[in-house]
């Protein structure tokens, strides 16, 4: 990188569930001292920066994500200043600190929703999206919501309904009243000026709906409720959403007017502050272009196309030339393949045939092919450990989502689980008392202990594979480009940046794969990936998961 690229371009970004990273108070839940206390094992992977899913003021329906007070930490995860105390403490390691924002939808105890909910002529009266209801008394549309049902609830003190993406407990706000956009970005101003390095934007996309409430129109039958290209967002098969366009409820034109208004905002801050959003958009890769594009919008955006249940070499040069596409004219991706809303990586993936196996050399593949992708990259707590989903039974449920769909969908709480810190400490060292969700079974094997002084181990792959690539300008802030497919397994392309050239080679099989070089290449130490063969005449012979970088030259 060159003096003047701005730190977050290629950089490397930690997820922080702080409920589950490690409890200091002996209630069984994580909490913001306890984030201070692991830092150094954050600092020790080589990453720019830690993300830290809310900690505000919350009833916790959906554990932070319904917010009703943004400028207060729950004190189930401290006090604001402990968190004063965590910022200082992760900016002297070098840490860069973002904070989640859910800018759409307030939790329904918020003082502005008590008081919007009280009466049609009160001064928050127009602060949250209600409507009429139509003539027969359902509600105004078609509308959905995430979690199951309609997206309207009925508030009988003001006969009408009020709008929710998600719970009912989360209204949404109304972003076409410009006292509301006035209201939030100062509840952003105040974390920018509190410090923070940066803010993550839940669900960006569907901050604003239509104006007119318009029906959305269902999914064309040609192509059926479980099509991908119109499914917005990983969505269990019996949602009712998968049967409908999500044309007039997400991404609608005004959103690029409240992004120019939040990067307003952080323009005023020095040290090249940043704003990540997250796309929920049924066609990711053009909305987080469209997002991203240009010096007015967002710095960078992530979508879910790596968090399908599909991974193989095909789909990733489509996502590739879909994304490359896309983003030609300006913007820049954010590539993640775990979140807290989605199943561990090991686990999807190693229930793949071609997959399965070795879960240790498929979550070592998997961290490479992430951080060579062009663009900046967010890994989620327990990644490095190659944790796999656990089994949480009916009864331990708390994700209203997963009790909603169960049993065919089990919600989120399986990747939530607890860090486990010590393989031989009660409840794996994260806390003192029982958990708020139990540890997964195989946990305690993969704790960080364990893994620590086991050069072979996921822990220290990351370490070796992130230090390795911080050397690299091609990858940090190069460009892509894919080369002809040669085996159906495998998938190559080149970085390319400054004076540098690299060529980037997976197969992403269980099996062995050849392919033949084009150019000369060289292998390039350092980086942890060395059981392939190149020969003299270019062939180059990859193992099972394996990974191939060469320098050209």
């Known amino acids: 990188m060159t003096q003047d690229t701005p730190w977050w371009k290629g950089a490397t970004i930690y997820q922080i569930y702080p409920r589950s990273f490690l409890d200091t108070t002996g209630d069984g839940v994580g909490d913001l001292k306890g984030i201070a206390d692991r830092l150094d094992h954050v600092a020790a992977l080589g990453v720019d920066a830690i993300w830290i899913s809310p900690f505000f003021s919350s009833p916790m329906k959906d554990f932070g994500y319904d917010v009703s007070d943004y400028r207060r930490v729950d ?33 329904d105890h918020h003082a502005w929703f008590q008081e919007s909910r009280q009466s049609r002529g009160n001064p928050k009266a127009d602060w949250y999206v209600w409507a009429d209801p139509r003539p027969d008394g359902t509600p105004p549309n078609n509308w959905l919501s995430f979690f199951g049902g309609p997206a309207w609830h009925w508030e009988a003190s003001r006969s009408q309904y009020y709008l929710h993406h998600f719970l009912k407990e989360q209204p949404n706000l109304n972003w076409h009243n410009p006292a509301v956009e006035v209201a939030m970005l100062e509840e952003v101003a105040y974390w920018l000026d509190f410090g923070v390095d940066g803010l993550r934007l839940d669900a960006i996309s569907s901050v604003i709906s239509d104006v007119h409430l318009r029906s959305n129109p269902p999914v064309d039958p040609q192509h059926g409720a479980d099509n991908d290209d119109v499914l917005w967002i990983n969505s269990p098969d019996n949602n009712p959403m998968r049967f409908q366009q999500h044309v007039y409820d997400q991404n609608q034109p005004e959103v690029v007017g409240i ?75 954010t590539w993640t393949m775990s979140n807290h809303d ?11 045939p071609h997959l399965g196996g070795d879960w240790q050399a498929l979550a070592r593949q998997m961290m490479a092919l992430t951080m060579t992708m062009r663009g900046s990259v967010c890994l989620y707590q327990g990644d490095e450990l190659g944790l796999d989903e656990a089994e949480i039974p009916y009864d331990r449920l708390r994700d209203p989502w997963g009790i909603v769909f169960w049993p065919d969908f089990k919600g989120r709480d399986g990747c939530r689980t607890p860090m486990p810190w010590r393989a031989e400490a009660p409840h794996c060292g994260f806390s003192t008392a029982e958990p708020w969700l139990p540890l997964g079974a195989n946990h305690a094997g993969r704790a960080v202990d364990r893994q620590e002084g086991d050069p072979r181990s996921v822990l220290n792959a990351y370490r070796r594979f992130i230090a390795w690539r911080r ?23 080149q970085r390319h940046g400054g004076d540098q050239r690299l060529l980037c080679v997976f197969n992403i099989a269980n099996v062995a794969a050849e392919i033949t070089l084009d150019g000369a290449w060289h292998p390039i130490a350092g980086h942890g990936f060395e059981g392939d063969t190149l020969d003299a005449d270019g062939r180059l012979h990859l193992p099972a998961f394996g990974v191939f970088i060469g320098e050209a030259g």
């Open 471 to 493: 050397r690299q300008p091609a990858l940090r802030t190069g460009d892509l480009t894919l080369e002809p497919a040669q085996a159906e397994s495998v998938l190559a392309f």
């Open 259 to 333: 992004l120019e208004a939040l990067r307003r905002v952080s323009d005023r801050y020095a040290g090249d502050r940043f704003l990540l959003g997250e796309i929920i958009d049924r066609d990711g890769g053009r909305v987080a272009a469209e997002y991203t594009r240009g010096t007015r919008r967002l710095h960078s955006a992530y979508t879910f196309q790596l968090t399908q249940d599909r991974m193989d070499a095909g789909y990733m040069r489509h996502v590739i030339r879909q994304v490359e596409k896309e983003i030609a004219e300006g913007g820049w991706l």
């Open 75 to 107: 004190p189930l995860f401290g006090t604001n200043d402990d968190f004063r105390r965590l910022l200082d403490a992760a900016h002297g390691r070098g840490l860069k600190v973002l904070v989640d924002m859910v800018l759409a939808h307030t939790s």
């Open 342 to 352: 989605r199943a561990r990586i090991v686990s999807r993936f190693s229930a793949l």
